[in-house]
């Protein structure tokens, strides 16, 4: 029995054991605390290979409810507190398909998953495009495109930056003040050079640095409101030769070829650039030299030649292209060199010869208190022969301590411009004109000051020649001056202070008469400044003598500015003074001269000296991160004149005679910038108003005629760039009234641009519509509706393209300015429509 | 007299923990290791109050990202690698670094190596003060529970709500299972799904996906190992934020500040103003 026993308590035992075992080892096991634990294992499905670290999700009703990761064996256990029906495992890995399956009561759950590759479904995070705060680092490669051709093109682009149908680069509504590519100036300041000519897949970056020193003498303790624009190239072609051959065939009258061949080398130690042009197309070859700014800033001006008469040049109120016809030729080299220690020299030279053809006629009517305005007409015929040598040469050296620049230049220009008027009067006008000038620049930073010593020396030579049918007038001018000035500056805490000591000589022979001025000034500065805001106050006292005239001049001319940092993103500034100068040789070193076939100028003996008061404000708001720029700025200036200017017309005649006559004008100028750019969707926007005030008096035969005009301007502008297409328009609208006595008389003016390129694939094709709407003092308006279409096919190294210029062969251009008392309507002969083809092979 | 000083030859120490000596062999004193080869990129704009007694917080703003290696995942700060990146052109170039014009980076400059040195350790680098932290660490993955009745939608992946107390904090987190990377900002992780979205309960700190990118390895993942790195705690990188910047050290580092009129200034006498900090970690105060 107790054997019997023994065995049922065995058996028993023996059954708890596996009904326990049993209990334990299913997917489901109750816990003690009423919890259970879902378990199983995740596999491949095709190889059984056990995977760790798969993420297994309870999902009930659809909702995640638990989680858990498989172990290093594939095993996972999810403890809940119960199964309902309807729950499911999802198993997540990378590398597989997300795999869901049923839970089921007393089983282990085997979840297989099948491999399946995984990718992110890509979110691209672009960071801003323009980025810093005193220093501005925009990225280039996100405004440039396949269609961009050169930098200029790219900068165009950019929030808050303008490039000017010259070259011209302003930012938030500034100029600025220094271009630079990798670190150096190869081409002092001429900016077209390296904006045409760098390719815009050549760049990566660029800087804007707002109140720039490029003197490292200075940095830190004379602070500027100078801006300079720095350029960084792709890193493939640094230091690399690169080689740019743009040949046309322009199809028109008279059908020719022509074209630029350009090679460069940019590196940060040594840039150097050759280049020649060939043109015949309109094109302002000219404008590739123009320079915007360079050495000019920090060293003393050399005099300037007086130009006794204008020398004739091409008028153009629209886009030169159109109606300039041209032959000219351009040959240039630059080239600038850093050594280790930090020195820089360079050497750049030039020559140009251009051959300019413009027709056009004028009708100026002047109201001169009589009874009825005058009025004159001319129909004017004139080639112009343009001539210009220059050569420069500049060393220098910028390090922390000392700062020293030497700089020789020569110039050889000769203008030559033959007019006929009408049938019967014959005109030429011609100027040849040699400059020379050398100059130095040294800074030592002492101790606890610094000085600075600056000395130019130059020589300028001229021949005056006005040819009238078989008149002849000759003017003979040769200028010599130098100028030498000393500087001490010391700065403690927060103030600065600063004396300087010039003195300037120039001696101008003109027919046999000795003109010799001497000046002499001392220019006291003090300056406070904190991080944030800056005064200074600086009452120059200038000493000045017209020796042949026995005249002279002392003068005080204070000066007070005032800048305020209002956080990081807005400025203001505040400018304040007076001065006192006199005017130029030409108003009165002679006492009669001719200035033209019908105008004669005179005037009895009198210098004239014109006393100024004026103010400047400015503010600006920049966020560059969100690409928001904006400027405003308002000038006012108050003249006082010792002198007036007679305008008599007799018989078509202009005589102009300065006598003594005090008499006032004002002007006032304000400006206001917008700009702002959408980066998401490749879009700038920008808007600028301007309204102007001059107000004066004009005298003539006795009479006071007062003139007031207004000028009101709003310049609305928006570029849509991606990669498929680009759509620009412009407009510029203007306003100008002119109040004479109880004359009233307005015009409204407007230009409206807009070009639409699209993009399919490597070829861009172009259609761009240019409206002008302009009011004529006749009464009439004139529209005049110029249209191009072009097509460009971009190859590896090669662009091919085809323009198709005026369209509608618009053959004139006429439009109406205010001057004073002056109404002027002038008309111009446009080109022809014309055929422009060209390949630009880079490599 | 008030007068704020601006860190020149400062930035490059705090920047890179360089010495002049140190430059010349190894430039601007790091060595850059190659630690994984990246798969993903998950880009965060990454938001922190550093002063919590304001009221509305002020928020400071960086973007953040976290590259995705097969073995190692790197959480940094984006805006601060693209500053030390302008300070270093400058360097190269043989100019000075005028931090006045460069974008601050205001907050969360550290970076994060989870499995780095090796698996299951991670090494979180931050300068405290003037000292550059090492902070080498076990991995913790936060203990997450689910929040069953929630759903959002962050940049086109349907994303689920999970709640943790981790290092002081109560965080929230929205993850992705669609996307099956265990893996989010800073060291939160271990949810069955990428996180695109972090906060904690206080929104003191949040952590907003904003992109996300398929390397597929064609990117380094690379660390710029300070050579003058300290190895410290988490508890010691607060003391020493506490602290500040130590203008001993410095000076005898060879720094110069100068103010901002550019003048030279005697470093021992400059007193740097300690800002206001909120640690991401509670648990270590």
């Known amino acids: 029995m107790k054997n019997f026993q023994h ?13 326990i075992l049993s209990l334990s080892l299913p997917s489901f096991a109750q816990q003690n605390d009423g919890k259970y634990v879902i378990r199983g294992f995740v596999e491949d499905s095709i190889s059984h290979e056990k995977l760790s670290f798969a993420s297994i999700t309870l999902i009930r009703g659809g909702k995640p409810v638990k989680f858990s990761q498989s172990k290093s064996d594939g095993s996972f256990a999810i403890v809940t507190d119960g199964v309902q029906k309807g729950d499911m495992l999802q198993s997540t ?85 220094r271009f630079t590519v990798e670190g150096l100036d190869m081409t002092n300041g001429r900016y077209n050079m390296l904006t045409e000519n760098i390719k ?35 890193d493939s072609v640094r230091n690399k030769y690169l ?44 404008a590739n030299l123009k320079r915007f700014s360079g050495i000019s800033n920090f060293r003393i001006s050399a005099a300037s030649m007086p130009q006794w008469l204008t020398a004739p040049q091409l008028s153009a109120p629209i886009d030169e292209e159109r109606l300039r016809f041209n032959t000219s030729q351009k040959y240039a080299v630059n080239l600038v060199t850093q050594s280790k220690s930090g020195s820089e020299s360079h050497i750049s030279a030039s020559y140009l010869r251009s051959v300019t053809r413009q027709t056009t006629t004028n009708t100026s009517i002047y109201d001169l208190g009589g009874t009825s305005p005058v009025t004159t007409n001319e129909d004017k015929r004139t080639k112009i022969i343009d001539d210009a040598f220059n050569m420069e040469v500049e060393h220098k050296v910028n390090n922390d301590k000392s700062y020293g620049n030497e700089h020789f230049s020569i110039n050889a220009n000769k203008s030559d411009g033959l007019s006929a008027f009408g049938n019967d009067i014959s005109q030429r006008i011609r100027i040849p004109q040699v400059d020379v000038e050398g100059s130095l620049y040294r800074i030592f930073v002492l101790s606890k000051s610094q000085l600075s010593w600056r000395s130019t020396a130059d020589y ?8 009238v049918n078989d008149d002849h007038d000759r003017l003979l001018t040769n200028l010599w001056h130098t100028a030498h000035s000393l500087d001490w500056m010391k700065s403690s805490y927060n103030f600065v202070q600063s004396y300087g000591a010039s003195f300037d000589v120039e001696n101008t022979n003109v027919s046999k008469g000795n003109n010799t001025i001497i000046n002499a000034s001392l220019s006291p500065s003090w300056t406070y400044k904190t991080e944030a805001f800056r005064i200074q106050f600086s009452p120059k006292m200038r000493y000045e003598r017209l020796c042949r005239q026995n005249s002279t001049y002392y003068t005080i001319a204070p000066m007070v500015y005032m800048s305020k940092k209002l956080g990081s993103r807005q400025e203001m500034t505040l400018l304040g003074g007076y001065n006192r100068s006199t005017g130029g040789l030409t108003l009165y070193a002679l006492s009669e001269y001719r ?122 502008y928006i570029c849509y760039s991606p990669e498929w297409c680009q759509i620009a328009y412009e407009g510029v609208f203007s306003i100008n009234k002119s109040v004479r006595e109880a004359t009233n008389t307005s015009l409204f003016n407007w230009k409206q641009s807009f070009s639409v390129t699209s993009t399919i694939r490597l070829v861009d094709l172009t259609f761009s519509l240019v409206h002008y709407r302009n009011e004529l003092q006749s009464g009439n308006t004139v529209n005049t509706l110029l249209s191009d279409a072009g097509v460009v096919w971009r190859l590896k190294k090669v662009r091919l393209s085809a323009e198709l210029r005026n369209i509608f062969n618009k053959k004139s251009y006429a439009e109406t300015t205010y001057s004073g008392v002056g109404t002027l309507t002038n008309s111009y002969n446009l080109r022809p429509r014309e055929l422009m083809l060209s390949a630009q092979y880079s490599f | 007299m008030k007068r704020k000083c601006l860190l020149l030859m400062l930035a490059v120490i705090a920047t890179f923990g360089a010495s002049a000596q140190t430059t010349q062999t190894m430039p601007l004193g790091v060595d850059s290791l190659a630690l994984d080869k990246i798969n993903y990129r998950i880009t965060y704009t990454g938001k922190a109050v550093n002063d919590t007694t304001t009221s509305p917080y002020v928020y400071t703003q960086a973007e953040m990202r976290l590259d995705i290696g097969s073995k190692v995942c790197n959480f940094y700060n984006q805006s601060n690698v693209r500053m030390q990146e302008q300070v270093k052109a400058v360097l190269l170039s043989g100019g000075d670094i005028d931090l006045r014009k460069l974008e601050p980076v205001k907050c969360m400059k ?4 989870k499995n780095y040195p090796k698996e299951g350790k991670s090494l979180y680098n931050e300068i405290a003060g003037s000292t550059n932290c090492l902070c080498e660490e076990n991995i913790e993955v936060p203990e997450w529970q689910l929040i069953p009745d929630s759903t959002t939608s962050i940049i086109g992946y349907e994303c689920r709500l999970a709640k943790t107390e981790f290092k002081g904090r109560t965080w929230y987190a929205w993850y992705a299972d669609d996307i099956p990377l265990n893996e989010g900002p800073w060291k939160l992780c271990g949810l069955p799904g990428l996180i695109l979205r972090a906060y904690d309960a206080q929104r003191q700190y949040i952590f907003d996906g904003i ?55 005697d470093i021992k006498k400059w007193k740097p103003k300690v800002h206001p900090f909120n640690p991401i970690e509670r648990d270590t105060l």
């Open chain 1, 460 to 467: 300028h030579h001229s021949v005056s020649d006005l040819f």
């Open chain 1, 243 to 286: 080689f740019t051959l743009k040949p046309y065939l322009l199809v028109g009258n008279p059908t020719h070829v022509g074209g630029n061949a350009n090679v460069m080398q940019i590196g940060r130690k040594r840039q150097v650039m050759y280049d020649a042009t060939y043109n015949r197309s309109g094109d302002d070859v000219a």
């Open chain 1, 595 to 716: 200035r033209s076939y019908r105008s004669w100028y005179s005037n009895d003996g009198i210098i004239p000296v014109v006393k100024d008061a004026y103010a400047n404000f400015s503010y600006q708001y920049r966020r560059p991160i969100v690409e928001l720029f904006v400027r405003a700025e308002a000038s006012y200036t108050h003249l006082w004149n010792n002198t007036a200017s007679d305008l008599r017309i007799e018989d078509g005649n202009y005589y102009t005679t300065l006598y003594r006559q005090d008499s006032e004008s004002d002007n006032l100028s304000t400006q206001l910038f917008l700009s702002k750019g959408f980066r998401s969707i490749n879009l700038k926007t920008s808007l600028a108003g301007s309204y102007t005030l001059s107000k004066g008096v004009q005298y003539s035969q006795g009479n006071a005629i007062d003139y007031r005009i207004n000028q009101y301007a709003v310049t609305p």
């Open chain 2, 110 to 113: 550290w970076q994060y190596i």
């Open chain 1, 93 to 177: 890995y990378l590398g597989y398909k997300k795999t869901v399956v049923p839970v089921v009561a007393g089983r282990d759950v085997v979840i297989s998953m099948t491999e399946e590759d995984f990718a992110l479904k890509e979110v691209v995070v672009q960071g801003a495009r323009m980025v810093g705060n005193d220093t501005i680092t925009v990225d280039l490669t996100r405004f440039a495109n396949e269609r961009d051709n050169n930098l200029k093109d790219v900068l165009k682009k950019l929030p808050g930056v303008d490039v000017a149908k010259d070259g011209q680069i302003s930012y938030n509504g500034k100029e600025i003040n």
């Open chain 2, 211 to 265: 992109g996300l990118e398929n390397i597929k390895g064609k990117e380094e993942m690379k660390f710029a190992y300070p050579h003058r790195a300290e190895k410290v705690s988490q508890k010691e990188i607060i003391k020493l934020k506490k602290i500040g910047i130590d203008t001993a050290a410095l000076a005898a580092e060879g720094a110069k500040i100068y103010t901002s009129d550019g003048k030279p200034m």
């Open chain 1, 7 to 19: 065995i049922a308590y065995r058996q028993i035992y023996n059954v708890l054991v596996i009904i």
């Open chain 1, 200 to 234: 815009a897949k050549d760049v990566k970056s660029a800087e804007i640095i707002e109140h720039d020193q490029p003197i490292k003498a200075l940095q830190k303790k004379t602070i500027t409101d100078n801006v300079a624009m720095n350029i960084v190239l792709n």
